[in-house]
């Protein structure tokens, strides 16, 4: 079990190292956030104005726009258009070959390039949010309980994020092209996961329908933890289901990927 560890680890670590050498990428991330933010600040800040509005679903401006700029940076740690990419890049052209003959499973080998490509990210990001405690007292992490409830909250999101690329990425054993896939998920995801507009705002059947499925805890569950919107109850019976949809993830992509190796011919090799 050490052995594995230290193995995994050991890959973790490579990809930081890498990750390090590419820091203008995490400069580029900041740059998007904070323009995105200051769009959502217009925007609502004329809707605000506008029709004259205190409170927006009892958001009231300062905790909307808290809100969406967590919903933003969370949105940002779970980005895999690299890891994604290297992965069906591999099932095209042969490479997976090296990840059947070696001791090293393929699904935990790119999660750990997956959180070490993006652990410049959580350092940059890590100490934005220590600067928003500041700027913004008593509307994120107003108590210790808070944070450490939000961390597994968060890394829930980044496996169950990971699990879901996953199993679009296993479809390229069947399908030439599935980029065109994952892109369409990631556009998708930046409505209907709450990264720009808060899942609360929609309308009560598709909340309804988006309660009982993984997309919830993508971003509005660690977002509505980090900023008080939840109680104790509420957050332990959102633990139980996030739990379950790790599992059936997991589950479900272990299964396509198996499918896809029995029927893999290693085109391209």
Known sequence: MISIAIKYISVLRMNWIQALEYRANALVGVIAIMSGLF???????????????????????????????????IGQL???????????RAIRTGEINKYL???????????????????????VYTLILIGFVFIFPGMIFNSFSTVLYFLPALFI?????????????????????????????NLAMLILSGQYIPIRFFPENILNII?????????????????????????????????????????????IYKLGIRDYEAYGS
């Open 39 to 73: 769009i959502e600040y217009q925007i609502w800040s004329l809707i605000f104005k506008a029709k004259g509005y205190e409170t927006v679903k009892n958001f009231e401006f300062n905790e909307l726009i808290v809100f969406i700029f967590l919903s933003i940076i």
């Open 78 to 88: 779970k980005s895999s258009w690299h890891s994604s990419g290297e992965m069906i």
């Open 101 to 123: 003959i070696r001791p090293v499973s393929y699904f935990w080998y790119h999660f750990m390039m997956f959180i070490g490509f993006n652990s410049l990210y959580y350092i």
């Open 157 to 185: 999101s980044i496996y169950i994020s990971y699990c879901i690329y996953f199993i679009m990425i296993c479809f390229a054993f069947w399908f030439g092209e599935v980029r065109s896939l994952v892109v369409s998920y």
């Open 211 to 255: 309660n009982w499925t993984p997309i919830r805890y993508l971003v509005d569950f660690p977002v509505s933890i980090a900023t008080s919107l939840l109680t104790k109850q509420e957050i332990y019976n959102g633990f139980v289901l996030a739990i379950f949809w790790c599992l059936v993830l997991s589950i479900v992509g272990s299964f």
